[in-house]
């Protein structure tokens, strides 16, 4: 009775606990019931008092459950680590921290989606938003003081003084991470109009962060009354927004209570309040952004709450206090690095930390993360040095990563430094702009202690996309001055790249667009790849063409830019835009050298050295890999064609078959070639050697490791 879905379960294995929660406010007894498989009597033996407890939890702070049984059942198949229905919920776990959290979690379905009964397609912000957050209260009244890692992690460990920080923080996070994306899509939207992270974040993480501010800005015994007298009202009915909004401004008389719910809850207004100044007696406090919040100012231990404001505003100052805003992390901040002071020279609370391999900003510090780190490279031998850097999550306005190392075969002074700036326009096809600066230098020969240095600038112009779509879409333009391989003179170069890339799972597929200049040289090119997918265990049949043409070309050498059937060795990688372990291994008079097989599958895309290709003028090629029953291996085909070196004739065709074996997933490619065009092998068996194992090449993708692109893509972890 009184309920709107229904589901059963059954299994003969069944093991079964039964125990009672009371229910005081009813004066009743629930009985809880635990069906779980008997081979998991170990993770299951404290579910049934997980049971209880949020039972009688729920029933305290929304309303009274009016059933007589409540049951948890392990279920082999699951959605999400559980799944609500009215009474029942099928739930999995692989700890019982993890089981615990996933049984309060469903279990406070019951008022949320179950009685209290919100179109969760529609408005997921609602019955999962809600839920979240009781579930969140619930970890603060029973596990008081467990903080950020324990909670989330399982362990006790204070890495980077995290755990110091409240387990709700991490909730707040994913909102920040979606708003400085400038990816956020408002709470309300449907969810299939929502990206998948969208729809996460907006519908368990966001809401949970503004019900907090809410709830202590009403006082949480009003808040706590307000929910109980909500529940009497609807409970058994189907609930909207509206129906909220409106009971909680009309219960607690506050008007300003809609312009919170529609602010914070709903639409994507934060604030940034900042402890601008102090001034005698007094201390102002300046809002960054044009959104308004609650602002909850801690004055030494006197708490001061003010219903929000933009721009600035003062507020009275004891002598010799400690100020920060929002102590206890239960309102919304887009920056809760600028909310401390204390008086002294140093003016904030904040202790200086060196954070050893820090990712996760901690506000409570100030800190100074680095990783100590060892390269390698031919030119330079082994390279000790260190990495600073800005915290990775979330993303701050300006980052940096300076690499210093030490080359102790060349015995040089090493490494990388990367400098960025970010831009957000609002409503604007652009997403993000990104001002940067790049320098390397690295040794260049393993003979001798000569060393590259390349000097890049530019911007990056990330374009708006469909955010339902794993789509990317992005325009770079830069200036690049690198030293010459061959002379060691310093070049200057030009570069524009335009690509659209489609990450889904089934059929994705990109195309770029290319263009270099230099002094003597204007090319273009253009490349499409398209994965066509066989089923979930096949990766499928990917197809990439390319097809380059050189606008410009001086009558006088100034280097050898050419397109190249094979790809690019490491010296000719003349932006030195790809990592190389040797980069000065030269394959045509060294092949016996290991380190001289790895090459960039670029240009024509053939995986066999060849000099013949070679093109001034143009080159087009297709290359297809299709994945077999054998996870690692795959098989392809390469064809191409370019401007014949034959007087008379107007184009050569090239083709080649082989191989590849995929290792960890694309970070290692290595590449057996089995037949190719017949001038191609004999050249290569002439010329360069006849030795068939010193033919194979490889490729790595060193690129994977950095972290960066993850922050930006984090679908590609998936």
Known sequence: QNIHDFAWFTSKNFAVNRDYAHIQDADKNVTCWTFFDKSDKNLWKNAINCVKQSISFYSDVIGAY???????????????????????????????SSLENVIIHEVAHNWFYGMLASNERDESWIDEGFTSFYESEYYDKYYPGQGFIEQNLGIKSNIFRLNELPARYYRELGWIFLLKENIAQNSNRKSEKMSMFNYYIMSYLKPVTSLYMIENYLGRESYKNIMNEFFDKYKFTHIYPNDIIDFFSSESSDTILRKYFDDLLIRNSIPDYKIARIKKDSIIIKNKRADSAPLFLYINDSLVVDKGFSGTKKFYLPKKSEIIIDKYFYSPDFNRNNNYYRPGFFKTNKPFRPSLGGVVDNPLISEFPFLPLL??????????????????????????????????????????????????????PVKEFELY???????????????????????????????????????????????????????????????????????????????????????????????????????????????????????EYYGNYNFRMSGNLGMQDYFYDNLFISRPGDIRVDPQYFWAHQFIRND???????????????????????????????????????????????????????????????????????????????????????????????????????????????????
């Open 437 to 555: 600066t790049k320098s390397a230098r690295f040794g260049i020969s393993n003979y001798n202690d000569d060393s590259r240095i390349k000097l890049e600038y530019g911007v990056k112009i990330k374009l708006r996309t469909d955010p339902t779509e794993f789509y990317d879409s992005k325009i770079i333009v830069r200036s690049i001055a690198a030293t010459d391989f061959y002379s060691g003179v310093m070049k200057e170069f030009y570069n524009v790249i335009s690509y659209f890339k489609d990450h889904r799972k089934i059929n994705p597929w990109s195309f770029t667009l290319n263009f270099e200049m230099g002094k003597g040289f204007a090319k273009t090119s253009a490349e499409i790849i398209n994965t066509i997918t066989y089923n979930q265990r096949l990766k499928g049949l990917t197809i990439r063409i390319f097809a380059g043409k050189f606008i410009y070309n001086s009558t």
């Open 66 to 96: 009016p059933y007589n049984n409540v049951s948890a059942v392990e279920g082999p198949l699951s959605i999400g680590g559980g799944m609500e229905y009215p009474n029942i919920t099928v739930v999995t776990g692989s700890s019982p």
């Open 375 to 428: 390269a390698y490279n031919t030119a330079d031998g082994l390279m000790p040095g260190i990495m600073f850097y800005a915290t990775v999550f979330p993303k701050k306005k300006f980052e940096y990563q300076i690499i210093p190392l030490y080359g102790i075969k060349s015995g040089n002074l090493v490494g990388i430094a990367n400098l960025s700036f970010y831009i957000h326009p609002s409503k604007s």
């Open 604 to 718: 024509g895309g053939f995986t066999l050295y060849t000099p013949f290709g070679q093109s001034n003028n143009w080159l087009v090629s297709i290359n297809m890999n299709s994945s077999t029953p054998i996870k690692f291996i795959e098989i392809y085909f390469n064809a191409g064609v370019c401007p014949s070196i034959i007087s008379g004739k107007f184009a050569d065709f090239y083709y080649e078959t082989g191989i590849r074996l995929n290792i960890l997933d694309d970070l290692i490619s290595v590449y057996f070639p089995i037949n190719t065009s017949s001038v191609i092998w004999e050249a290569s068996n002439n010329i360069y050697t006849n030795n068939y194992f010193q033919k194979i090449r490889f490729t790595l993708s060193l690129d994977k490791f950095n972290l960066l692109t993850y922050r930006e893509k984090p679908y590609l972890l998936f």
